[in-house]
């Protein structure tokens, strides 16, 4: 075990505010203890975006330098008196023994008799640090891509064919007929649910926290989830039709009380009969949460008064039906923005789970989409659950699975999101296959799956919100050579925060171990 006196502090430094947002979100993500944009103490290590910055600091100690952009990236070469050169690529790391993550982008590779790389994978150099200096260059740009993955990926365009469907009356009922209409229904869409596409966001992060462990050595950080588990599982379902309501919903309902798992119920408050009495059964079930009014897809082009007064309509209605706060939300279509983050905020929910980490096919923009994270992350001060897993819909009604081959496949992936500790969202419709008396076993062994592994925390998403706004609140703090958390909540659970130091990183992923 590293003695508190053997860490050394991190300080991160940019001079731009999306360099300091994206820097400051892979530190909040892994929960290390850091320092922004301060004056460096003695012995730390500098992560920064700034070519100025690198240079400047790099007198006193060691330097991460990650260029914002080709140009950059050329100026730091040519500062450094090396080559560089820069290709779109495929790159994979390891996160643990067995589990990868990827990611395709532009990777900077530096060469001359000065570079010395540090850290190599699958030929593509990581890290390579200046000889003769203490600078350390990362290859790729993990400003600019954090914000095109995440921020980009959030923001949905609709295309030209949806907005032309969704203006007429009735509309809803002719999207999906459309969509199955297409190409799509192949295995070719499958083939893309990938670990490239379903979390290059998870890439990103391993680089960061491997450049640090590299650098500076171990490194303590909060774990995901509570002590003991190493992922975590919310069963989520939206009820469409009032068949799924009423027929559907029991059968699956049946499967998760026999295994005591409690899942979310999202329910459009307008589009058809509701009894107060089901609702509350829902909530005693799990939670009940707001699947739109009348969920004819055209929330996602309302203006921001309205998108604010249909939410707050859809909330409020539920909540005199169930008789409890309705916290959370799923946008029909998983329709998602930050304009939409921000008309729930103001409208009164805490969380939303609207974005696929990566989806086949998008019926609003039409194309494959995706936010490509397997973790939360805030937005606009709203809590974005992303729905890692595909839904039954996609991989039955668009891809033509059957339902236990679909099965199979979200449990294939469901392993690799356990691998790399995330969030596993499952979206079962209670109207779809699931619901169906004949594919009770189906659903059965999905969530068995979950349900017999003592590492998988299950939780609903509004107690998944909770459980991270007391992980994002707490801090790790060394003193009295101690690492422990320090949290402004006194509850039983920030109790369950695990501390954890990383202690190296290599062919088999990081070194953790819990303290
Ligand atoms: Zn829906």
């Given at each position: 075990?590293a ?7 991190v ?9 300091s947002?994206?820097?400051q ?15 460096e ?13 690198a240079?400047?600091?790099?007198v006193?100690g060691?330097?991460i ?7 950059e ?5 040519s ?5 560089v050169?820069s290709?779109?690529k ?50 790729l ?22 907005s ?40 990103l992060r ?7 462990v ?7 950080r ?23 309501l ?10 998760e ?25 829902f ?9 739109d009014t ?12 309205e ?9 409020g ?26 008309a729930?905020?103001n409208?009164?929910f ?11 096919l ?49 449990l ?7 691998g790399?500790?995330?969030a ?9 296959e ?9 659903y059965?062994r ?27 609140e ?9 690492v ?19 202690t190296?990183y ?10």
């Amino acid at each position: 075990m590293a003695l508190v006196s053997e860490l050394h502090p991190v300080v991160l430094k940019a001079e731009t505010n999306e360099a300091s947002n994206a820097l400051q979100d892979y530190a909040e993500f892994w929960k290390i203890p850091y320092r922004l944009n301060l004056l460096e103490p003695k012995g730390s290590v500098l992560f920064t975006s700034d070519r100025a910055t690198a240079a400047q600091s790099s007198v006193h100690g060691p330097v991460i330098l990650t260029p914002v952009g080709r140009e950059e990236a050329q100026k730091t070469a040519s500062d450094a008196g090396v080559g560089v050169t820069s290709e779109n690529k495929l790159l994979r790391l390891p996160v643990r023994k067995g589990i990868t993550v990827s990611l395709r982008t532009n990777v900077y590779q530096y060469s001359g008799s000065r570079i010395e790389p540090l850290l190599v994978s699958e030929g593509t150099t990581i890290i390579s640090r200046i000889i003769g200096s203490n600078i350390h260059l990362v290859g790729l740009d993990l400003v600019t891509e954090y914000s095109r993955l995440v921020h980009g990926g959030f923001e949905e365009i609709p295309s030209r064919r949806f907005s032309l469907v969704a203006k007429l009356p009735f509309s809803y009922q002719s999207i999906p007929s459309f969509i199955r209409n297409r190409s799509f229904r192949t295995e070719k869409g499958l083939s893309g649910l990938t670990e490239e596409n379903l979390g290059p966001v998870e890439c990103l992060r391993t680089v960061f926290l491997a450049s640090l462990v590299r650098i500076a050595g171990p490194i303590p950080r909060i774990g995901f989830w509570r002590r003991g588990k190493a992922y975590a599982l919310s069963v989520t379902h939206d009820v469409e039709t009032q068949a799924g309501l009423e027929q559907g919903a029991k059968r699956l309902m049946e499967v998760e009380e026999t295994m005591n798992i409690r899942s979310t119920w999202n329910i459009p408050s307008d589009r058809y009969p509701l009894a107060s009495s089901t609702l509350i059964k829902f909530a005693g079930n799990g939670e009940v949460g707001g699947h739109d009014t009348r969920h004819d897809g055209r929330l996602i082009f309302l203006s921001v008064e309205e998108k604010k007064r249909r939410l707050a309509s859809c909330r409020g209605t539920l909540e005199r039906l169930v008789d409890q706060r309705i916290r959370g939300f799923r946008a029909p279509l998983l329709q998602h923005s930050a304009g939409l983050a921000e008309a729930l905020y103001n409208a009164g929910f805490e969380f939303d789970s609207s974005c696929p980490s990566w989806e086949i096919l998008s019926p609003t923009s039409l194309r494959s989409h995706g936010v490509g994270t397997i973790y939360p992350f805030y937005m606009r001060n709203i809590l974005e659950i992303p729905v890692s897993l595909p839904q039954d819909h996609q991989l039955i009604r668009v891809a033509g699975q059957k339902p236990s081959a679909a099965v199979d496949l979200l449990l294939k992936l469901a392993r690799w999101i356990r691998g790399v500790g995330g969030a596993c969202i499952l979206l079962i419709h209670p109207d779809y296959e699931f619901g169906e008396a004949e594919h009770k076993q189906d659903y059965e062994r999905l969530l068995e799956s979950f349900r017999s592994d003592q590492e998988c925390d299950i939780m609903t998403l509004g107690e998944m919100t909770e459980w991270w706004k007391v992980r994002k609140e707490a801090r790790i703090q060394m003193n009295d050579n101690k690492v422990s958390i320090i949290s402004p909540e006194r509850s039983d659970m920030s109790s369950e925060l695990q501390p954890q130091l990383v202690t190296g990183y290599g062919g088999d992923g990081f070194n953790v171990v819990n303290i």
